[in-house]
């Protein structure tokens, strides 16, 4: 308890605020630049205008797209709203802003879910509460807040909490049969992208192990690094190419560069400062760190926030174990695979689904692909999302009876290849599903279980390096 005590004392003592500042500024830009991906890219059209129907996430199906002058409104807003938090201008009222606008973004579509959107609205939550506007701010120029040359150690600590939540969960998730033989990375691949030299590297047989495996181990040993100081600017360059290649290898967007921006902050919390000194060669003004001391207890308010911060440490903690509550493999099921850092772990092949009908009234009966609706990406990813899959089926159940077809029997054939397995049929062939409802919280009987003569072992997989 005591140490517990200790911990919280040591969270509310003061720290250089320089960090926070280079981390405000960062986070700005790099929300700017992904706006302007999706403007340039003409992507808020293709995600979340042009589509019929949306997979709307579990308890969120209120949430619906506006009419396409709102949802580009939206993405200016967030764009503004970016910029005013680089800037440090009216800095709280546009952190609450993108929050929820871009939360509201990401709750639209399940079909696009995507783990580095879901880490920006977690950082984006941080930074509420944090203060990095105290400082180097055009609230400060216009007397909106006191400057402070400090923080609170707790608002840097939350921010490379929340990072090393996503590499050690990252790696836990990478210790698994497929991911260690290669068998991901393997897909995901594309040598033919590269120059000559470096295609022939990544086309060899062991290539796909070896970052398989690199990876495993940076995920697993980078936060630990990036807390011993001697291990620091080792750990930092091999984050550095690892994010890099990343970008260059599966072309995910902003995640690699944000990630990096991110690893900076295990740095004293005055780097940026010592940083300008060494480019200017100027000496800049500094808290003495030395002469500060924390709180000898806490107030009521902190012990408040204190809870708090315990609170959300705890939902991070246990979000990405929750996995182990339900039955069969998760990389099938896909129960408990999202929120959970669970990222290239695995790769599936989907035939495009055929849903068939049976009108118990008339007793006709017909057939539907899921492509004559959904786009090529939609179905894509909900033929290998069992839940997604159900979701559809109600769609259509309401669709058909806008029609006056009210008793409908539906049911789908649906194959899938999981990291190159032989192709399975991911839905049990006699099950009617039209009066099932969402699942999130249940083991559902109507999903096939992956063959078990069909899984890899940690056995096979260690045979085949």
């Known amino acids: 308890m005591e140490t517990i005590k200790k911990f919280y004392l040591q969270a509310f003592s003061p720290t250089s605020i320089a960090s926070l500042v280079y981390f405000r500024i960062l986070f700005g830009i790099i929300m700017l630049w992904e706006v302007l991906r999706y403007f340039g890219n003409g992507w808020i059209h293709t995600y979340y205008i042009k589509p019929q129907f949306n997979f709307t996430y579990h308890g969120f199906h209120w949430i619906k797209p506006l009419v396409p002058a709102g949802m580009y409104t939206v993405w200016i807003l967030i764009g503004i709203c970016s910029i005013l938090i680089a800037l440090g201008l009216f800095y709280r009222i546009a952190c609450i802003c993108f929050f929820f606008l871009f939360s509201y973004i990401f709750l639209l579509s399940k079909s696009h879910y995507l783990n580095h959107f879901y880490f920006v609205i977690l950082i984006s939550f941080i930074m509420i509460f944090i203060n990095p506007h105290k400082s180097f701010s055009l609230d400060l120029r216009r007397g909106a807040v006191k400057e402070s040359d400090t923080i609170l150690n707790w608002e840097l600590w939350l921010l490379k909490f929340q990072m090393g939540v996503v590499y050690f969960f990252g790696g836990i998730a990478k210790i698994d049969p497929d991911w260690i033989s290669g068998v991901p990375l393997n897909r995901w691949i594309n040598p033919q992208k590269f120059t000559p030299f470096i ?267």
């Open 199 to 465: 295609a022939d590297i990544l086309s060899h047989k062991l290539a796909p192990v070896f970052l398989s495996w690199s990876g495993l181990l940076l995920d697993l040993l980078v936060v630990p690094a990036l807390l011993y100081k001697k291990t620091r600017p080792f750990a930092l360059i091999s984050l550095a190419l690892f994010h890099i290649s990343n970008h260059f290898l599966f072309k995910i967007g902003i995640f690699p560069w944000f990630s990096l921006g991110i690893s900076f902050l295990f740095l004293a919390s005055d780097f940026p400062l010592t940083f300008l000194e060494k480019i200017k060669k100027i000496q800049l003004k500094r808290p003495k760190l030395s002469r500060l001391k924390g709180a000898s207890s806490l107030s009521q308010k902190q012990k408040s926030l204190a809870i708090g911060i315990t609170f959300f440490i705890l939902y991070n903690c246990l979000m990405p174990l929750r996995h182990r509550f339900y039955k069969g493999d998760t990389h099938w099921t896909e129960l408990g695979h999202s929120y959970a850092w669970r990222m290239k772990l695995r790769d599936k092949k989907v035939f495009n689904p055929t849903f068939y009908f049976l009108d118990r009234d008339t007793g006709d009966k017909w057939e539907e692909k899921a492509s004559n609706r959904l786009s090529k990406r939609q179905w894509r990813i909900m033929g290998g999302h069992p839940e997604m899959i159900l979701s559809y089926v109600g769609f259509l159940k309401r669709n058909y009876a806008k029609r006056g077809r009210k008793n409908l029997r539906i049911r789908v054939k649906a194959y899938v290849s999981l990291n190159f397995r032989t192709k399975q049929r991911i839905i049990k062939k006699h099950y009617d599903l039209e009066n099932l409802s969402d699942c999130t919280f249940c083991n559902p009987d109507w999903i096939n279980p992956l063959k078990e003569d069909n899984k890899r072992s940690f056995k096979k997989a260690f045979n085949q390096l």
